[in-house]
Nanobody, 120 residues
């Protein structure tokens, strides 16, 4: 299993970024993809995930409709569109996966992360 994130960067508050996750070594039909983030000095927290079986999408409460997660199964890519970014969204964003129909946890497969910095 390999996951490689990209698309992070520096953006002003209110701006947008699109994060990408290139996946290999597993099938999206059998593995659930998720995005987490870790801000400086804070624990890693879940952002969104799409279940493998029925593609139900879940978002953390703090997303408040600002982020959109999608998967392209044919390309084996996952995307996280970040809109209306706030300074508190500053964090390293990670793409993760686990086998089965539940969102990945800290103990599952993760990429190296991509830094998102939101200036005020």
């Amino acid at each position: 299993v390999q996951l490689v994130e990209s698309g992070g960067g520096l953006v002003q508050a209110g701006g947008s970024l699109r994060l990408s996750c290139a996946a290999s070594g597993f099938s999206f039909d059998q593995y659930t993809i998720g995005w987490w983030r870790q801000a400086p000095g804070k624990q890693r927290e879940g952002v969104a995930c799409i279940l493998s079986e029925d593609e139900t999408t879940y978002y953390a409460d703090f997303v408040e409709g600002r982020f959109i997660m999608t998967n392209d199964r044919a390309k084996k890519m996952s995307y996280l569109q970040l809109n209306n970014l706030k300074p508190e969204d500053t964090a390293v964003y990670y793409c993760g996966t686990r086998r089965g129909n539940s969102c990945p946890t800290r103990d599952d497969y993760w990429g190296q992360g991509t830094q998102v910095t939101v200036s005020s």
